[in-house]
């Protein structure tokens, strides 16, 4: 027996190039089922539904959600709220105040996590709903998944973005540092790898958290790759530690900033850019070092969103109603890669990917620790989607000194 009421659909977290197309992907796949009475959005997460912040998305037209769909950041805006047991136990009792009895949390980590909590309370309180988690991420990270949603795009603009900076480096050499976010898992720092074309291209150096940051071996990199192409571009994630865990802008910066998870602030400030260009100024006597920290760039940038990330974006949106929907199942809907390259979807159960995070595999690393191996490049190259832009260089042969 079909279970009928209204639908609750809400975003968290940090914003990307498609999470919209989740968002629209599950409104209008819930509309073809009867039994789904009214489709409500939460603004600003789960912190509007605490707050009762709902617009009726059953009133939209089917041409405005396609324009939002195709447009970058959280439509129904974000929170970085970290629900306990009892904001849940809230979201819930204005849940079933509403009759809410299909939940959809588009998110990370912490949102899988929010799902399993007010599904479990909704059980506990013998109240019949589906609650489904729809991932997100450009961090990449969420357990059981091939890829996230999210991460394509963001590594698309990475991977475009160092490109342009390693262009730039070979016109006025120096040593240039892109800081890219990535507190745990350094999936999106990785991709910049995939802006070398030519043996001399940068990044020439690519460290993520995964590995220790040992800052003697990391000025010893440097100088050999300057010594060798008199010049040196660095991809580096926010979140690169020491061998006791300890972020390396701790280490230097003079004040660290945390934030309301009180997690140590390593976005938002160019901290760890000025760290590492001053040390290798110190150490190399190199006068031209330059860092920039990518910051929000990466999440929701306009002109750079991979059309396999849109697809699949939509897709898990699709499922994730026809889970809840027409099956009457609850968990998290995964991405998995079939054959070269495909995806398959599943609905995994919840307990597999809250709160846990995944890191790179060790195949992805190199040994020395400070760039990737081609297994990685074949693993990030589809996500990224076609028409990625190709350098060119000239090739004219030079003219023969007359004066010498």
Do not use: W
Not at 129 to 152: F, Q, S
Not at 180 to 196: I, K, Y
Request: glycine share 8%.
């Amino acid at each position: 027996m079909s279970l009928q009421g209204k639908m609750l659909i809400a975003q968290g977290g940090g914003p990307t190039a498609v999470i919209n197309q989740s968002l629209v992907g599950a409104v209008l796949e819930a509309r073809k089922y009867p039994q789904v009475t009214r489709i409500y959005g939460a603004l600003n997460g789960v912190s509007g539904i605490i707050n009762e912040k709902f617009v009726d998305l059953t009133q939209e037209t089917e041409h405005n959600l396609e324009m939002v769909a195709n447009t970058t950041s959280s439509a129904l805006m974000s929170t970085r709220d970290k629900p306990d047991a009892e904001y849940c136990k809230k979201m819930f009792e204005v849940m079933r105040a509403h009759d809410i009895r299909y939940f959809f949390y588009i998110g990370g980590n912490d949102s899988s996590d929010t799902v399993r909590i007010v599904g479990e309370h909704a059980k506990s309180e013998g109240y019949e709903m589906r609650a489904v988690h729809i991932p997100k991420t450009i961090d990449n990270d969420l357990m059981v998944n091939d890829h996230t949603p999210g991460y394509g795009s963001a590594a698309r603009f990475v991977a475009q973005a160092f490109m342009g900076a390693n262009l730039d480096n070979r016109a006025l050499p120096g040593v240039y540092i892109g800081v890219v976010m990535g507190r745990h898992a350094g999936f999106l720092t990785a991709a910049a790898a995939m802006a070398q074309q030519f043996p001399d291209d940068g990044p020439h150096l690519v460290y993520v958290p995964e590995r220790v940051f040992d800052t003697d071996k990391f000025l010893a990199d440097v100088k050999k790759v300057y010594d060798q192409y008199g010049r040196c571009v660095i991809a580096v994630s926010e979140g690169i530690q020491d061998e006791n865990g300890v972020p390396i802008i701790t280490k230097f910066a003079d004040k660290v900033e945390k934030d309301a998870h009180g997690n140590v602030q390593l976005s938002g400030s160019g901290a760890l850019g000025d760290v590492l260009t001053k040390h290798i100024k110190d150490n190399l006597n190199i006068k031209r070092v330059r860092a920039d920290t990518f910051g929000y760039l990466q999440r929701s940038f306009m002109g750079c969103v991979s059309e396999v990330d849109q697809i699949e974006a939509r897709e898990v949106g699709e499922r994730a109603a026809q889970y809840a929907i027409l099956h009457n199942l609850e968990g998290s809907v995964t991405i998995h890669r079939v054959g070269d390259y495909a995806v398959d979807y599943q609905l995994t159960d919840i307990t597999k990917i809250a709160a846990l995070t995944k890191l790179m595999p060790a195949e992805f690393i190199n040994e020395e620790g400070n760039h990737v191996t081609e297994a990685f490049r074949s693993y990030v190259r589809p996500l990224l989607g076609s028409n990625m832009p190709v350098a060119g260089r000239l090739r004219a042969p030079q003219v023969e000194k007359l004066v010498k």
